[in-house]
């Protein structure tokens, strides 16, 4: 393959690991992740809760792992996105480069744009 045309393959690759036509955000979205702390098994970290980000690519839509859990089937399936995020915004404290980021696969009900976030109370800072 010329360079060329390497170029040209390169730029016609999509993000997307599987189908997700239905997707609500597109790489490059500010997001935040929704600061909510029901019960049950959640696949979501508590510690990235609240936490702002980008969307680094679409994975595709897959069942929903939260009701897989429990025995159900996980339809409809969920649009897994992976989210950039600064280590400094996620470690308060973090004393790497300014540089360094965690990136995370969530599912798309657990984000919400960057400027419409509301972030409640921490349930363990209510006491």
């Not at 997700?20 to 979205?29: E, I, L, Q, S």
């Not at 929903?64 to 859990?69: F, G, K, Q, R, T």
């Not at 399936?77 to 969530?106: C, N, T």
């Amino acid at each position: 393959m010329t360079p060329g045309k390497r170029g040209q393959a390169l730029t016609k690759l999509s993000s997307t690991y599987n189908p997700a036509p239905a997707h609500r955000f597109n790489v490059g979205d500010p997001v935040a992740i929704k600061r909510s702390f029901p019960p049950g098994h959640r696949r979501t970290p508590y510690y990235i809760r609240g936490k702002r980000g980008v969307i680094e690519r679409i994975c595709g839509a897959f069942p929903n792992p939260e009701e897989l859990a429990y025995g159900f089937d996980g339809e409809p399936r969920k649009v897994l996105y992976r989210v950039r995020f600064a280590q400094s915004h996620v470690w308060p404290g973090y004393g790497g480069p300014a540089r360094d980021i965690i990136e995370m696969e969530i599912f798309e009900h657990w984000l919400e744009p960057a400027d419409r976030a509301v972030e409640p109370a921490d349930p363990d800072e209510t006491g």
